[in-house]
């Protein structure tokens, strides 16, 4: 059968696969949610090349933006809860109400039951409070929302850019299988050599020559 050839990678010219650089990690964050995640993307992908794990790298770092972003815009909220609560407090009248929502965010026992106490006399809970906290960084909180709506269209379109590069090596390995099939096909039949075998009649000899 005549050799095909083709430029798509074997196993044995495949570059050496590339490791994954240090997680993007912010001093607050463990390493191990993050190499968790990593490792069971990988599991899920299986990852056959370099470009494949350039691509996941891609997606795990995406990934886990979106988590860091929705963490941190809770975060933001309960940070800045003091400060939603003060303008309930002083919505509601209170003098010490500079005083009560510093012990509240504190956790301070006495300043917790205070609170709750003030609020529900005027038919509220924290809900309000936390209402108000909203009002305060709305700015703010948007802007995350546009930041993690950013980071989830980057991250489909990272897991599309895996999806086309499968989709695109299965077409090329469909085209080289279809032309090694058409030159299997066309591949001249080899020429049998015959050797032409005078026969020689028994009890007949030839002709002597002089």
């Known amino acids: 059968m005549p050799t095909i050839s083709s430029d798509l990678p074997t196993p044995a010219n495949l ?8 997680p993007s990690l912010t001093r607050d964050e463990d ?3 993050y190499e ?3 490792a069971r ?3 899920a992908v299986r990852p056959a090349n370099f470009i494949e794990e350039i691509l996941v790298r891609d997606v795990v770092e995406h990934v886990w933006e979106t988590v860091r972003l929705r963490r941190q815009k809770v975060a933001l909220i309960n940070s800045s809860a003091k400060d939603g609560m003060l303008r309930l407090l002083l919505a509601l009248d209170y003098d010490d109400a500079v005083e009560l929502a510093k012990g509240w965010f504190a956790r301070e026992p006495a300043a917790i039951a205070e609170v709750d106490a003030r609020l529900a006399d005027a038919g509220l809970g924290i809900d309000a409070a936390m209402a108000q906290t909203l009002r305060l960084r709305l700015a703010e909180y948007e802007g995350m929302d546009r930041m993690l709506r950013s980071a989830e269209a980057r991250r489909d379109a990272a ?5 086309r590069h499968r989709v695109h090596f299965a077409d090329r390995l469909r085209r080289a299988a279809q032309e090694a099939a058409q030159a299997a096909e066309q591949a ?4 049998v050599a015959f050797e032409v075998v005078q026969t020689v009649q028994t009890g007949q000899h030839p002709a002597a020559t002089g």
């Open 36 to 38: 968790t995640l990593r």
């Open 15 to 22: 570059p050496v696969p590339l490791g994954f650089a240090p």
């Open 41 to 43: 993307m990988a599991e």
């Open 159 to 163: 897991l599309l850019a895996i999806e």
């Open 31 to 33: 390493a191990s949610p």
């Open 188 to 191: 001249p039949i080899e020429d």
